[in-house]
Nanobody, 123 residues
Framework: QVQLVESGGGLVQAGGSLRVSCAASGRTFSNYAMGWFRQAPGKEREFLAHISWNGLNIVYADSVKGRFTISRDNAKNTVYLQMNSLKPEDTAVYYC????????????????WGQGTQVTVSS
């Protein structure tokens, strides 16, 4: 089992920045690739970014490319999502997830999910 706890969400003005974190506990964190997703009210959960276990393979959704940066610190069992140039449409609950196999693009590949952290961007 892997337990994931997101933190760092909050209210920010459009154009501002925020960093959300996801702390993992349980099994060896470095065995897992990690992803960030978000879900806005009335919308489906959306893939944002993926990072491989060693940080060498990173993928972003087009909607956040150039604005968001995913990173991880295996010594701290934590993955981060730095969000810059935030827009009101970035308002959502942000989730981290861990996967051991499968594909970064398939939500079903992710074995463990956090409870989410709310990010609200005001205009």
């Amino acid at each position: 089992q892997v337990q994931l706890v997101e933190s760092g969400g909050g209210l920010v003005q459009a154009g501002g920045s925020l960093r959300v974190s996801c702390a993992a506990s349980g099994r060896t964190f470095s065995n897992y690739a990690m992803g960030w997703f978000r879900q806005a009210p009335g919308k489906e959960r959306e893939f944002l970014a993926h990072i491989s276990w060693n940080g060498l393979n990173i993928v972003y959704a087009d909607s956040v490319k150039g604005r968001f940066t995913i990173s991880r610190d295996n010594a701290k069992n934590t993955v981060y999502l730095q969000m810059n140039s935030l827009k009101p449409e970035d308002t959502a609950v942000y989730y981290c997830a861990a996967r051991h196999g499968g594909s970064w693009s398939a939500m079903s590949s992710y074995d463990y999910w956090g409870q989410g952290t709310q990010v609200t961007v005001s205009s």
